[in-house]
Structures are given as structure tokens and as C-alpha cells.
């Protein structure tokens, strides 16, 4: 189970250092209000995250991506929520790395906000579906505390990756709210990065 567990570490760490949804949020938000902000949103992103490997561990995510009906309807959710991010990044009069009259959200909206952006993420589940069973040892016993431990493993990876992201993004807020050239574009990044997401989802077929 050692070996498991550090062969699984390995690779969910790699899963977290690429670029997705929730990175991109959890940034966002720090470089908006800073890392107090980020760090409740990473709290919403963690329940996703437990929320999932319980699905997992009892079968409900297995039984989710064997209804077509039930996998695309999260899929088109997820990519919908995307879309209205990608709205909402270029239309606003601020720039989300402005820090004066900028959009200040309460402590529950950031953490429903980082919950759902993780929740409504098809990726996450396909992930605790394709992966986790790979590293379970269907003979051993205790195939539930197996499921669990692995769950948690990753989660713990992706806590710590997001948390650094998050002190070293808001490190930066001051610097780069003085460039007004990186202002107006970063809107349009941010929109362009948060809409080809929702394209690649939108898109995806179903395994």
C-alpha cells in the first residue's frame, strides 16, 4: 500500500500543478483580495474535493458516469458556470488585479464560489473514476479505507499546490496593479483562459 501511495502521490501532484479551473480561480481571487480571500476559497475547493472522494468510495461516481444523461448534464453545468466567469472577467469595469474599487465578495459567496467551481468540474470526477481504482488492490482487504486514504492524499497535494499558488499570487497584487497596459489585457486573458476551459469541456467526449 506504501509504494501506492507514493506512486498516486506522485501523479496527483502533477495533476495539480496543471493549470485548470480551480488554479485559476483560487489566483484570481487572491490577487482581488488577497490571500485571506484565497485561502476561503481554497476551503470551498476542499469540500469539492471531499465531496467527490466520497462519491468514489461508495460507488455514487461510478454509477454517475454510466447514466449519459446524469455525466452531461454536470458537464454542460460546469462549462455554462465557466462561460458566465469568462463573461464576468470581461465585462467588469475593474480589473480582478485592481485593488482600488474593486468587487469585494463576502466570506460565504468566496467559498460557494470555489466549492462550485470545483464541484461543477466533470474532470474532477473523471479523475477519482479513472484513477483511483488503478492504485486499489481489489484482493486486499479494507478496499473502502484504501479508497479513502488515496482521496485524501490527493487532496492534501492539491490543498498545499493551491495554497502556495495563493501567498505567492497575492505577493504580487501591488506590483501589478501599476501597470495599466497588463490591466486591460489580463481581462481578456482571464476571459480567453476561463472560455477555452469551458470549450474544452463542453466538448469533451465521454470515456
Not at 501523479?11 to 481571487?29: C, K
Amino acid at each position: 500500500m506504501s509504494s501506492n501511495l507514493f506512486a498516486f502521490a506522485l501523479i496527483a501532484l502533477g495533476m495539480a500543478l496543471t493549470p485548470g479551473p480551480n488554479m485559476i480561480y483560487l489566483i484570481s481571487r487572491s490577487l482581488c483580495q488577497g490571500k485571506k480571500a484565497g485561502l476561503v476559497s481554497l476551503g470551498g475547493t476542499a469540500l469539492g474535493f471531499f465531496f467527490y472522494m466520497l462519491c468514489a468510495a461508495f460507488g455514487i461516481t461510478a454509477l454517475l458516469m454510466t447514466i449519459p444523461l446524469a455525466y452531461d448534464a454536470l458537464r454542460i453545468a460546469g462549462a455554462i458556470y465557466l462561460i458566465y466567469l469568462a463573461w464576468k472577467a470581461i465585462t467588469s469595469p475593474q480589473s480582478p488585479f485592481e485593488l482600488t474599487n474593486v468587487q469585494m465578495y463576502s466570506n460565504t459567496k468566496l467559498f460557494l464560489m470555489g466549492f462550485l467551481t470545483n464541484l461543477l468540474n466533470p474532470k474532477i470526477a473523471m479523475m477519482y473514476l479513472a484513477l483511483l481504482p488503478q492504485f486499489i488492490q481489489p484482493h486486499a482487504d479494507a478496499v473502502l479505507l484504501q479508497t479513502l486514504s488515496l482521496g485524501m492524499v490527493q487532496i492534501i497535494i492539491s490543498l498545499m499546490v493551491n495554497a502556495l499558488f495563493i501567498f505567492t499570487a497575492s505577493s504580487f497584487t501591488q506590483l501589478l496593479s501599476r501597470h495599466v497596459l497588463w490591466l486591460k489585457l489580463q481581462k481578456w486573458l482571464m476571459g480567453t483562459v476561463f472560455f477555452g476551459l469551458a470549450t474544452q469541456i463542453l466538448f469533451s467526449a465521454r470515456k
